[in-house]
Antibody, heavy 121, light 106 residues
Framework: QLQLQESGPGVAKPSETLSLTCTVS??????????WGWIRQSPGRGLEWIGS???????YYNPSLKSRVTISVDTSKNQFSLKLSSVTAADTAVFYC?????????????WGRGTLVTVSS | DIQMTQSPSSLSASVGDRVTITCQAS??????INWYQQQPGKAPKLLIY???NLETGVPSRFSGSGSGTDFTFTISSLQPEDIATYYC????????FGPGTKVDLK
C-alpha cells in the first residue's frame, strides 16, 4: 500500500517561495504508470488542484497558478516536490500530495495527511 | 475552468436516512466526475469515480449517478461514520472541485 508524506516549513514569508516535498513509501515512483499530484485546501478557496507530475518529468499545472508553480521529481529519493513562488496570505492552506491517475489530473486515490503552510511575516 | 456547484451546502439527517447530494457542472463533462469524503482533520478519500464506479473497499451504501452536467451522490442508509464533508470533482478537463456538502447528524 502506497503511503505519502508531505514535509516542509510550516511558515513562509510573503513574496518568498514555498517549498514542500512528498516522500513516497511502499512503492517506487518510477515503477508506477500514474501521475503524482499536489492539491491544496483553504477555507476561502476550498480544494484546489495545483499540478501533477509523471516520474519521467512530464507535468500538468493549474493555469491559474502555472506562472508561480514548479513541480519536480527525484526518483533516487522516491520524492516529488512543489515550489510556489511569490506567495501571499491567500496561499495559506493545507497542502496535500496524492497519487493521480494515468492521464494526470484525474483520480486522487492515495493522499498524504496534509501539511499546513501559513504565509506570514 | 469548469465550475462545479453542489447542493445543499449542508444537511442534517438521522441514522438510517437516505441522503442525496447533487453536483452540477458548468458544461458537459460526460461521465468524468468523482466523489470524495473528507472526515474532520483528515485528507479526502475517493469513494466514487467516473460518476458511478465504487472504489475498492467502499461500502455499497454509497452510490453515484448522472452524466453530462447533472450528477447525484447517494448514501442509502446514513451511518454515524458517514459524518463528513463530501466533494465532487470533475476531470473532463483539468480538475476542479465542488465547494462541498457537510453532512451531520440530526
Amino acid at each position: 500500500q502506497l503511503q505519502l508524506q508531505e514535509s516542509g516549513p510550516g511558515v513562509a514569508k510573503p513574496s518568498e517561495t514555498l517549498s514542500l516535498t512528498c516522500t513516497v513509501s511502499g512503492g517506487a515512483i518510477n515503477r508506477r504508470s500514474h501521475y503524482w499530484g499536489w492539491i491544496r485546501q483553504s477555507p476561502g478557496r476550498g480544494l484546489e488542484w495545483i499540478g501533477s507530475i509523471y516520474y519521467s518529468g512530464g507535468t500538468y499545472y493549474n493555469p491559474s497558478l502555472k506562472s508561480r508553480v514548479t513541480i519536480s521529481v527525484d526518483t533516487s529519493k522516491n520524492q516529488f516536490s512543489l515550489k510556489l513562488s511569490s506567495v501571499t496570505a491567500a496561499d495559506t492552506a493545507v497542502f496535500y500530495c496524492a497519487t493521480d491517475g494515468e492521464r494526470g489530473g484525474t483520480y486522487f486515490r492515495n493522499w498524504g495527511r496534509g501539511t499546513l503552510v501559513t504565509v506570514s511575516s | 475552468d469548469i465550475q462545479m456547484t453542489q447542493s445543499p451546502s449542508s444537511l442534517s439527517a438521522s441514522v438510517g436516512d437516505r441522503v442525496t447530494i447533487t453536483c452540477q457542472a458548468s458544461r458537459d463533462i460526460r461521465k468524468y466526475i468523482n466523489w470524495y469524503q473528507q472526515q474532520p482533520g483528515k485528507a479526502p478519500k475517493l469513494l466514487i469515480y467516473d460518476a458511478s464506479n465504487l472504489e475498492t473497499g467502499v461500502p455499497s451504501r454509497f452510490s453515484g449517478s448522472g452524466s453530462g452536467t447533472d450528477f447525484t451522490f447517494t448514501i442509502s442508509s446514513l451511518q454515524p461514520e458517514d459524518i463528513a464533508t463530501y466533494y465532487c470533482q470533475q476531470h473532463d478537463s483539468l480538475p476542479t472541485f465542488g465547494p462541498g456538502t457537510k453532512v451531520d447528524l440530526k
